[in-house]
């Protein structure tokens, strides 16, 4: 069913259940979407046929379940559901994560010091993606979204976005690193736990929040 040279990107684009995949691998489906399948896995050190085998199960058992194709969403609705969906989840997540992430590093970070650049890798998050969720909504989409768009005004606003998404994947690995991929000690506390479940959760939706934008929305906007 896959090519080992399809791009990840497009695997995600055709078949949603497999973000989950790449993911679990820690294999980037947004700013290095372009990868193809057999060099991510080679990235990871992963054999790319047992990786081709994960999105082949996943495939096969979402078989015959309804799946929205986001790519036939017009520019309006799928910026609208961007900032539905995505930002104000951000919005919402974030301060409690911020204060979580504090309290944890306060508390327990004597035991494990990983958790003290956990707390850094978190505050550099929020004071990344907030301001990038003003931009976007008061710049970039506006201009998306324009009876008389200006392609000269659109192309440095978009690869703004691209940059700005690289340094948000890059604090991403930084979070994950210090988290030990989410994974928790026995004589974590509650707080502790809670803190992994909702980083893991953030990883997860701004995962799917810069898919949408790097490989749904941005290439409406490409240079024909």
Not at 78 to 100: C, D, G, S, V, W
Not at 178 to 199: G, H, I, K, V
């Amino acid at each position: 069913m896959f090519d080992r040279n399809q791009t990840v990107a497009s695997v995600v684009l055709d078949h949603s259940e497999c973000a989950a995949i790449f993911q679990r691998n820690r294999i980037d489906f947004c700013c290095r979407g372009n990868l193809s399948i057999e060099a991510a896995a080679q990235d990871r050190g992963i054999a790319v046929e047992a990786l081709l085998a994960e999105l082949h199960r996943a495939t096969e058992e979402r078989q015959g379940e309804p799946q929205e194709d986001l790519r036939a969403l017009s520019t309006p609705r799928l910026i609208a559901r961007i900032i539905t969906k995505h930002h104000e989840y951000l919005r919402q997540a974030m301060p409690f994560i911020q204060a979580l992430a504090s309290k944890v590093s306060r508390v327990h970070g004597e035991h494990n010091p990983k958790l003290r650049e956990l707390h850094a890798a978190v505050e550099a998050l929020a004071g990344e993606l907030i301001p990038h969720l003003e931009t976007e909504e008061v710049e970039l989409f506006p201009a998306l979204t324009a009876k008389d768009a200006d392609p000269a005004r659109i192309a440095p606003l978009l690869a703004t976005m691209q940059a700005e998404h690289l340094g948000v994947a890059t604090l991403l690995e930084r979070i994950r690193a210090a988290a030990d991929d989410f994974t928790w000690p026995d004589w974590a506390c509650n707080s502790y736990r809670t803190l992994f479940q909702e980083l893991k959760q953030l990883e997860s939706d701004t995962f799917a929040h810069v898919y949408l934008e790097n490989h749904v929305l941005q290439p409406r906007f490409a240079p024909s």
